[in-house]
């Protein structure tokens, strides 16, 4: 069964179409890529996803449970349960530590326990790093303390908007790395980005122009994009 089904999912504001008829699965375990140009629609489509916006049009279906009639009560218990959110800005909360940052996560989902929010930090390189406020790390080690509180709950599905858009060369590289390995560990990974690079590290590609799927790209055997 598909983690991500969607169908004739449309979007719009007003008289603008920010999306039309967007329609695609996803698999366990898939990487793919949602890229474009800017107001391509890339950030209002990962919005459905992530359900923190309702579609005007179409159907999103999660894990086999269709979303769109829900309430937000149960969107919100969805959310929680079945996604973990990876943003550009990071939104950490800035006097937490990087511990208690992932244990926020913890507690809107369960209870928090500490010993697994350290865990969930040192598979992310931070093991020695987790009484140590946002503004005493770097961009690079806030974002892997962002990607340990999208773990912490184990999601069926890992979306990530932009998740390198603000960090230098050498960070974006340990990033990806991190997704990587993710992806080999069999998680599902959604991913917005500009970067061609980044995009290509997927197992497929949703080109957007104007709100319209233009492309479906997957890789041919040798690697290459077609």
Same mark, same amino acid.
């Given at each position: ?37 800017? +107001?391509? *629609? ?10 923190? #916006?309702?579609?005007?049009? *179409?159907?999103?279906?999660? &894990? *086999? ?15 929680? #349960? ?11 909360? /800035? ?32 093991? +020695?790093?987790?009484?140590?406020? /946002? ?19 184990? /999601?069926?599905?890992?979306?990530? &908007? ?5 960090? &230098? ?49 997957? /890789? #041919? ?6």
């Amino acid at each position: 069964m598909s983690i991500l089904e969607i169908s004739g999912m449309g979007k719009k504001y007003g008289n603008l179409h920010a999306l039309q008829n967007i329609t695609f699965s996803v698999e366990p375990g898939e990487w793919l890529s949602i890229m474009g140009s800017s +107001g391509s *629609g890339k950030s209002t489509m990962l919005n459905m996803i992530g359900l923190m #916006d309702k579609p005007t049009s *179409g159907e999103v279906k999660i &894990d *086999g449970i269709v979303t769109s009639s829900l309430g937000s009560k149960k969107l919100t218990e969805i959310r929680k #349960d079945k996604i973990g959110l990876v943003f550009q800005q990071f939104h950490l909360i /800035p006097h937490l530590t990087a511990l208690e940052n992932v244990m926020v996560a913890q507690y809107y989902h369960s209870m928090p326990d500490e010993k697994e929010a350290a865990a969930a930090l040192a598979r992310v390189g931070l093991g +020695g790093r987790a009484k140590h406020l /946002p503004r005493q790390l770097s961009g690079g080690e806030q974002q892997r303390v962002c990607i340990a509180r999208a773990l912490i709950n184990y /999601p069926a599905l890992i979306l990530a &908007d932009e998740p390198t858009g603000n960090l &230098d060369e050498s960070n974006e590289k340990i990033v990806l790395e991190l997704f990587q390995e993710l992806h080999r560990e069999g998680h599902t990974i959604i991913m917005v980005t500009h970067a061609p690079e980044v995009g290509e590290l997927a197992e497929r590609q949703i080109r957007l122009e104007h709100g319209i799927i233009k492309e479906i790209r997957t /890789p #041919d055997r040798i690697g290459n994009y077609a």
